[in-house]
């Protein structure tokens, strides 16, 4: 569970700096990297924002499970070009069958590089959000959306969303060992009934929360307005930096 939590979020160097400034320089590397035709400048982010992540003392291995479900769907979408796209053919390999006959795959060359390219962004970008993340608190993020006039509905919805997951994880957790205990994934047949069960429940106990948090709101003398972190000025070192930093980013893109 900690992995999910703030626990990383601890002073650092790039903590001190104003939260407009990181967001805007996020974004911006954001940009470059999904609009990139090649697979250096993505790549490259991507190991800076590794090197970041270990600057700041987080441990490899919360890096690890935070980039794993991306590393999954960027590993899914290469082999789906390498075997289904493209007309350059690198290799064939002949896989048996339940029926007992032959499946032939082929791989491509130009589906290769395609895939690779897509892959380099999914890695890129989500390693910039991911040290963003580390970086800055979620309040801050929060604050720093409302300065980009981000609607409010989002920024609440994501505010209310962020207080509670964590009390669903819990409870998602003790109703899994609950059934574990039970012998409820014993079986494949069983770990699915067991499984359909605590998304419902989950799903129940969401709906019950949202009235209660509705109804405390309002009795709070909720108007729809969530006051917000009050920001710092702009710094002109800041931004000057940023803006070179940005600038030089931007040269590396276009070669």
Request: one cysteine or more.
């Amino acid at each position: 569970m900690e992995i999910f939590s703030e626990h990383f979020n601890k002073d650092n160097f790039l903590s001190k700096i104003d939260v407009k400034v990181k967001l805007l320089v996020v974004l911006s590397l954001l940009v470059m990297v999904l609009s990139c035709t090649k697979i250096f400048f993505p790549i490259l982010i991507a190991m800076g924002c590794f090197l970041l992540c270990l600057k700041m003392k987080i441990a490899p291995r919360v890096l690890l499970l935070r980039m794993a479900q991306p590393l999954f769907f960027a590993l899914v979408i290469l082999l789906l070009k390498l075997f289904f796209s493209g007309k350059d053919t690198m290799f064939s390999i002949s896989l048996p069958t339940s029926d007992f006959s032959l499946l032939t795959l082929t791989g491509h060359r130009d589906g290769l590089i395609e895939g690779l390219k897509i892959t380099s962004r999914i890695l890129g970008g989500v390693s910039l959000v991911m040290a963003f993340g580390f970086a800055t608190p979620f309040a801050e993020i929060l604050a720093g959306l409302s300065w980009l006039r981000l609607p409010k509905q989002f920024i609440e919805i994501t505010m209310f969303a962020y207080r509670y997951i964590f009390m669903f994880l819990e409870d998602a957790h003790t109703i899994y060992n609950a059934q574990k205990n039970r012998l409820g994934y014993s079986g494949m047949r069983k770990g699915m009934k067991s499984f359909g069960t605590l998304a419902g429940s989950l799903v129940i106990r969401g709906f019950d929360q949202s009235q209660k948090t509705s109804e405390a709101m309002i009795q709070r003398g909720y108007t729809g307005d969530m006051p917000m972190i009050d920001g710092r000025p702009l710094r002109f070192g800041e931004v000057f930096f940023a803006a070179i930093f940005v600038f030089f980013a931007g040269a590396v893109w276009m070669i």
